[in-house]
């Protein structure tokens, strides 16, 4: 059975901050001291700069993938944009199940100092790629070994970076956990578009289209440097109070786990799936859809078009913000979804008439995009974040996450058959198709406590919290007797 003191520390996570000041008055500083206080804002901030590396990371191969076709024709066919594409995707499901176990079984802290190196690592790689005698191939497969450890710890940024600042974000503005949670989480990750566009025409620019090689690997080595701005930082942070007073890292009654949260499972992974199977495409190919629209071979206009798409779909993550306490998380969710599917059919269905008037075409599918992140892009992660208890927050965050990459890569993988096959308007009517999921979600603090009494309920035994706070929490409790 949990013990009556593992119990009272699950209680204590919600209730001390009302019962110590008035009972104990030194017994503030002992349960949140100012270190604390400061970590946790500066945990907050570095899950928004880690992430910001994933969102570049994540649209680095927009552009890419038009400068390697121009400067690879034969060598880069579409099944090989679609590896090198997708290496990012697979090794994002790997790190996404991995690290979401490490960050419950090892600290938040642990787990967000791995990713950081993964990523330098794959983003040094990329930047030095080379294939053995100058070969185009044995450059791309380099490229596809250097994308997908980067995409290892670009995955495991999402239940890292995420449950940390969520619970960061509930010890310091619970009222405003939600919006706070989407600006460092969603919004970052979605600025990562236009941040890579601005950087690629900056590099384009100073080098000139007669040095296209020298422009991508710059571009490559911009990727080393956004994650290591938050690596110090990283190394000195503290985990979160929520997490030190509730981790299981011990006998993890995964069974009990997969019985009260299949329900929940099924919609964060379901709906995530869906995104990312119509999002990841549409923006990784993106450039190139672009570029058979306007029909000009000119990579600066084609990128400044992209600047733009990736521009109008920002403000759908700031309306996502402002709508998901007063309008709720799934009605938020559902809103975003219709103008997915409103702005999809309409692009599907006119594709041969609106790719004519190439600014109506950006501006519809950036508003398509907007959309996106308005609902699904905002709520999916803040949902998945507040449906599973602090001990298992990370591993279920991490688990939707992947199967989310799994559709992105599902997605990637169908994107060119299906443009082959049906045409291109079809990537847009199927994105249309994909439906409205919404999820039901509680708060991490209310799930903590009844996550313990089921566990309670069904006769679990184990210990509550990381060992060098289980006296402070105790012995608080005790004093406030």
Not at 168 to 186: C, D, H, Y
Not at 283 to 297: K, L, M
Request: glycine share 12%.
């Amino acid at each position: 059975m949990v013990s009556r003191e593992d119990k009272k520390q699950a209680e204590a996570v919600t209730c001390a901050a009302e019962v110590v000041p008035d009972l104990v008055p030194d017994l503030g500083k002992q349960v949140t001291t100012t270190k604390e206080k400061i970590s946790a804002y500066f945990t907050i901030a570095a899950a928004a700069f880690g992430l910001i590396s994933d969102g570049y990371q994540n649209n680095l191969m927009t552009m890419s993938n038009v400068v390697f076709k121009r400067l690879y024709p034969k060598v880069y066919t579409s099944s090989v944009s679609t590896r090198v594409s997708n290496a990012l995707l697979v090794g994002a499901i790997i790190g996404q199940l991995f690290v979401g176990l490490v960050c419950d079984r090892m600290g938040r802290k642990v787990a967000l100092v791995f990713t950081t190196l993964l990523i330098v690592l794959g983003a040094t790689l990329g930047t030095v790629a080379h294939g053995a005698h100058g070969s185009a191939k044995g450059l791309f497969w380099f490229l596809t070994f250097a994308r997908g450890i980067t995409g290892i710890g670009v995955g495991g940024e999402y239940p890292a970076s995420s449950t940390s600042a969520s619970e960061a974000a509930n010890e310091q503005m619970l009222s405003k956990r939600g919006p706070v949670f989407i600006m460092v989480t969603n919004f970052v990750l979605s600025f990562g578009g236009p941040l890579a566009c601005s950087v690629f025409l900056i590099v384009l620019s100073i080098a000139g289209e007669d040095h296209l090689p020298t422009v991508w690997r710059v571009c490559f080595g911009i990727g080393i440097v956004l994650p290591l701005t938050v690596l110090v930082f990283r190394l000195r942070m503290l985990s979160s109070k929520l997490y030190r007073k509730g981790a299981i890292k011990k006998r993890v009654p995964y069974q009990l786990v997969f019985k009260r949260y299949w329900r929940s499972l099924i919609g964060t992974c379901g709906a995530w799936f869906l995104y990312d199977f119509v999002t990841f495409p549409n923006g990784v190919f993106s450039g190139t859809i672009i570029s058979s629209v306007i029909h000009n071979n000119d990579i600066k206009k084609i990128a400044e078009w992209q600047l733009l798409l990736s521009s109008i779909a920002l403000p759908g993550v700031f309306i996502g913000a402002l709508l998901c306490n007063p309008l709720g998380r799934r009605n938020t969710m559902i809103l975003g979804f219709s103008g997915y599917l409103i702005f999809g059919l309409t692009i599907g269905l006119a594709y041969d008439r609106i790719t004519k008037i190439i600014p109506l075409f950006v501006v519809f599918y950036g508003l398509m995009q907007s959309s996106g992140n308005l609902g699904p892009g905002d709520m999916l992660g803040l949902v998945s974040a507040e449906s599973y208890a602090t001990p298992i927050r990370g591993t279920c965050y991490g688990l939707s996450a992947a199967v989310g990459k799994a559709g992105a890569a599902i997605g990637t993988q169908a994107f060119t058959p299906i443009q082959n096959k049906l045409g291109k308007k079809w990537t847009f009517i199927i994105a249309a198709i994909c439906g409205v999921t919404g999820i039901l979600v509680t708060g991490p603090c209310e799930e903590d406590a009844r996550f313990m009494e089921y566990l309670e309920r069904n006769g679990w035994e184990g210990a509550v919290g990381e060992d060098e706070d289980r006296d402070l929490i105790e012995g608080s409790v005790r004093e406030a007797k």
